[in-house]
């Protein structure tokens, strides 16, 4: 079957898994420069629980990212937890009733999950949050509909998004107290964004 699977999906969520358990501290230590200090393990043990439930997901692929959305908020109700449940449940919405989706769609799915996440999160673009890391995902992959280039586009994107906003001020969350402080600092989210598009590139 041509294009975008649970099969894939259940690759996707293991080679993320495993990624996550080895960047969980360094994630932590970047998070506790602004934040609790926990997004290492939020990101591990979302994937995890995925990973771990991935052989029971359907071949409807929106019921399968539904029961992704479960397991991450039941694994994690952090901020961050939540954020990324409601990405995947958009794209559950999305990809209702289908086995398949073409690889040129991903590009609307990654963009509307972000719309979902800025909604849900009141955050904006510019704000040096994950939700830039996603825009800049979506506008990187627009137009492809090749796995390895979508991969390699999405990891690209990830990383100019940390390296331009570095040198701004968080404008979101609890990050946003530290203010000035926070220039100089990679944003927490746009390096967990970072480290789960590095997975599957």
Do not use: Y
């Amino acid at each position: 079957m041509s294009g975008f699977t649970t099969e894939n999906l259940r690759h996707a969520a293991a080679r993320i898994a495993d990624h996550a358990d080895a960047v969980a501290a360094s994630l932590n230590e970047a998070d506790g420069k602004l934040g609790d200090g926990d997004l290492g393990i939020t990101v591990s043990a979302g994937w995890r629980e995925i990973a771990d439930h991935a052989e029971a997901l359907p071949d409807d692929l929106g019921k399968a990212f539904m029961e992704c959305a479960k397991c991450f908020q039941r694994a994690s109700s952090s901020s961050f937890g939540t954020l990324v449940a409601t990405g995947l449940m958009s794209t559950a919405k999305a990809c209702k009733g289908r086995e398949a989706v073409p690889w040129a769609a991903v590009s609307a799915l990654i963009a509307a999950a972000g719309e979902a996440m800025k909604a849900r999160g009141k955050g904006n673009l510019g704000d040096k949050c994950v939700l830039d890391s996603m825009d800049a995902m979506a506008r990187a992959t627009s137009g492809l509909d090749d796995p390895a280039a979508l991969q390699a586009a999405a990891f690209a994107a990830a990383t100019e998004t940390l390296e331009t906003f570095r040198d701004r001020p968080n404008r979101l969350g609890r990050a946003r107290m530290f203010g000035e402080k926070s220039i100089g600092l990679d944003d927490p989210g746009q390096l967990a964004a970072l480290e789960m598009a590095r997975a599957l590139a």
